[in-house]
């Protein structure tokens, strides 16, 4: 099993410019999640998804939206990006709500 | 907002001792974990304390939870280099509200050969 991958890795972008994170798992989980993490703030939940088809806010969800359309795959869009943006996202995913989370490698992401 | 919050931000030790970071956290809990993060990789899940538990080992690594004071503390027992990591804790509130986990800011925890 792979677990959890995300793509791409490293993304540079300019101001303004649209991306689409992938995260996908092969563990049929049905929680999903989308962090960032930023230098000595830990991680911040940005969407989540319950299931298939569905996708909730997170603490910190402004400029970005989530789509889940398939369950073992998470997208995560940015649709203008900002420097403030800049940071390396996490993905996870969880078989239970508040239970163990796996988690992506990371896709480092900066905004010029 | 923050929920855990790890003391100390900074540990540095030599192989061969333990190192304790404890973890606060402010509202109710079904559960508290914790996670280690090796420089520029993703989480890895260490150990799960649910909250009518006090305390958990695994292998080298023994949690304790104390829900009347809202704290928790990792220990790891005679450190290896392999433990240099950033160690998190993180909550899965009782309070409803989103699903994911809150996470603290992190121990930077270094083992000196």
């Known amino acids: 099993n792979a677990g959890v991958t995300q793509t791409p890795k490293f993304r540079v972008l300019k101001t303004g410019q649209s991306m689409t994170l992938l995260c996908a798992q092969d563990m049929n989980h049905e929680y999903m999640y989308w962090y960032r993490q930023d230098p000595g703030m830990g991680l911040r939940l940005i969407h989540y998804s319950v299931g298939e088809g569905t996708t909730a806010k997170g603490e910190v969800p402004d400029g970005y939206n989530v789509s889940r359309l398939k369950k073992q795959n998470f997208l995560l869009g940015l649709e203008s990006a900002a420097p403030s943006q800049t940071s390396v996202y996490f993905c996870?995913?969880?078989?239970?709500?508040?239970?163990?989370?796996?988690f992506g490698p990371g896709t480092r992401l900066t905004v010029l | 907002s923050q929920q855990g919050e790890e003391d100390p931000q900074a540990l540095s030790i030599q192989e061969g001792e333990n190192a304790t970071m404890n973890c606060s956290y402010k509202t109710s809990i079904n559960n508290l974990q914790w996670y280690r993060q090796n420089s520029g990789r993703g989480l890895v899940h260490l150990i799960l304390i649910r909250s009518n538990e006090r305390e958990k080992h695994s292998g080298r690594l023994r949690v304790t939870l104390d829900t009347s004071k809202k704290s928790s503390s990792l220990l790891i027992t005679a450190s290896r280099a392999a433990d240099t990591a950033s160690y998190f804790c993180a909550t899965d509130g009782s309070g409803g509200g989103a699903d994911g986990l809150t996470f603290g800011k992190g121990t930077h925890l270094i083992i000196q050969p």
């Open positions: 996870a995913s969880s078989y239970v709500r508040g239970n163990t989370q796996y």
